[in-house]
């Protein structure tokens, strides 16, 4: 089984479809198969996983994207445990970690599932009380982890540890303090652990990091080789955020940089625009509510239009209100080569850049999934974007939920729907199409690439709803 053939497969049900597809079932699937193969069957990774099957995996759900282990039940065998390990070490390839306080129940885990080396993201909690200094080199072979939760005090200890273990995967690290500020007498000798260890990943989410601790990271960021930087809400000032730019610029191995929350401006989108020029590494760049406004989307254009690398963008709630300065940064993804994922939802451009952002889709030859929910776009605007849609040969799956079509909007869907040969999936939720769903009746008919349409919330009548589920027999379909 393998997810590229689901996608192109005509033989699909409502429940095996790609869009359908229920996340206990592929867990299921992993379950049975060497881990090596059953990391081919994860799908990208999304900010919100608020839809996985958390009760399946019996674990604990400690906080947002985290498990916390669980030890399993005395009676269980060791073949039914060793599968349970498959399932949940599977879930980590979702951005998932799997957290252990003990470092025995990590090493019995490994003894379970020991061909899981390099392929999971564990953590050990450097704080359980058998993860003194000296006995975390279990980690360094593998894609695991250590969690930090510090304070001044605690802090040297534990980064002498992280400091003497090579290779770490990931080390995050939390601020004990009931104010949550990582301060620069932890953060110095954090990113001199960071340097030390060759870590991939460094997790400072959550944090309060003000401009004199910003410092301690531009000057170690050069010194490391993190692939991955995840800043999420870390209250960067728009200098701090700026400063971070320009010296991952000189980090010749990160791809992703996530940096949601924290505010930039003009200030920051000047940064960032030379780092997307400059930068031959950068895949994933996530600035979801950057306050970037209209001049910052117009100064992050500049950058992408010289950018070859992205593959996945998220501007999404960042108040670009002017349809000139969306237009920008619709105009500056024509050409690009390798962008699959953009999400430029919630910014309330309104319909006129509607036609940028469909001749965008049409000369766009990379991108499989486009959010533009919430964009107040109206059926104007969904005129001009599906005017593109239409010559689209690689978009897979649209979200166009909540931004006001009425009635007459049915008919220019209809009319995408009859054209495009490549849509699986499609979002118009939270709209009003009321009768004018009646006008998809005639594509519905002779479609039969789309396996998901997403019509709730549209006070579309029953009666409809009924006639327009019986045109897709291998359709699901939500009114």
């Known amino acids: 089984c393998h997810c590229g053939d689901l996608l192109t497969s005509r033989r699909r049900s409502d429940h095996l479809s790609t869009m359908a597809l229920t996340a206990d079932l592929l867990c299921n699937i ?44 005395e009676d269980m065998t060791e073949e039914m445990r060793s599968r349970k390990v498959r399932r949940r070490l599977w879930w980590c390839k979702f951005g998932i970690t799997w957290r ?41 072979a593998s894609r695991f982890g250590v969690y930090c939760k510090v304070n001044t005090r605690k802090a040297a200890p534990t980064f002498q540890a992280v400091k003497k273990t090579k290779g770490l995967y990931s ?21 001199e652990a960071a340097v030390a260890s060759e870590v991939q990943t460094l997790a400072l989410k959550y944090n309060r990091i003000d401009d004199s601790a910003v410092n301690a990271i531009v ?29 991952v610029i000189n980090c010749p191995n990160v791809c992703t940089y996530l940096g949601g929350y924290n505010p930039l401006g003009a200030v920051g989108a000047t940064a960032f625009s030379a780092l997307l020029e400059a930068t031959a590494t950068l895949t ?51 050409d690009h080569p390798t962008l699959q994922v ?26 499989h999934e486009v959010m533009l929910f919430g964009c107040k776009l109206g059926d104007d605007g ?14 897979r799956k649209l979200n ?49 690439r789309i396996v998901r349409l997403d019509m709730r919330n549209n006070d579309i009548p029953s009666e409809l709803i009924e006639i327009l589920k019986g045109l897709g027999i291998e359709r699901t379909l939500l009114a």
């Open 171 to 191: 080390f995050s690290i939390e601020s004990s303090s009931t104010e949550g500020n990582l301060t620069d007498a932890i953060l110095t000798p954090a990113m």
């Open 382 to 395: 969904l005129r001009g974007l599906c005017e593109g849609l239409a010559r689209n040969t690689t978009l």
């Open 400 to 448: 166009l939920r909540g931004n006001g079509f009425t009635e007459a909007a049915g008919e220019i869907l209809n009319q995408l729907f009859a054209t495009n040969e490549t849509l699986l999936s499609i979002e118009v939720r939270g709209n009003y199409l009321k009768e004018g769903a009646k006008a998809l009746r005639e594509s519905l008919a002779i479609n039969k």
């Open 219 to 247: 000057q170690a960021l050069p010194k490391t080789k993190l692939v991955r930087l995840d800043f999420l809400n870390t209250w960067f000032s728009k200098e701090g955020s700026a400063r971070i730019a320009e010296a």
């Open 284 to 334: 994933v760049l996530n600035l979801h509510n950057a306050q970037l406004g209209n001049d910052g989307a117009a100064a992050i254009a500049v950058g992408l239009k010289q950018n070859k690398t992205l593959v996945n963008l998220v501007l999404r709630s960042n108040d670009i209100t002017d349809a000139t300065a969306a237009s920008s940064i619709a105009e500056a993804l024509h």
């Open 342 to 367: 953009f999400d430029f939802s919630a910014n309330h451009f309104g319909s006129d850049a509607g036609a940028a952002l469909g001749a965008m889709m049409s000369a766009n030859q990379s991108l």
């Open 100 to 140: 252990f306080k003990s470092k025995q129940q990590l090493l019995d885990t490994i003894a379970l599932a020991p061909d899981v080396l390099g392929c999971a993201r564990l953590e050990l909690q450097m704080d359980a009380p058998d993860a003194n200094e000296g006995e975390i080199e279990v980690l360094a």
């Open 30 to 73: 992993a379950s049975y198969l060497p881990i090596k193969d059953a990391i081919n069957l994860s799908l990208t990774s999304k900010t919100n996983y608020s839809h996985l099957p958390y009760d399946a995996l019996d674990s604990q759900r400690e906080e947002e994207h985290n498990f916390v282990f669980r030890p399993f039940p």
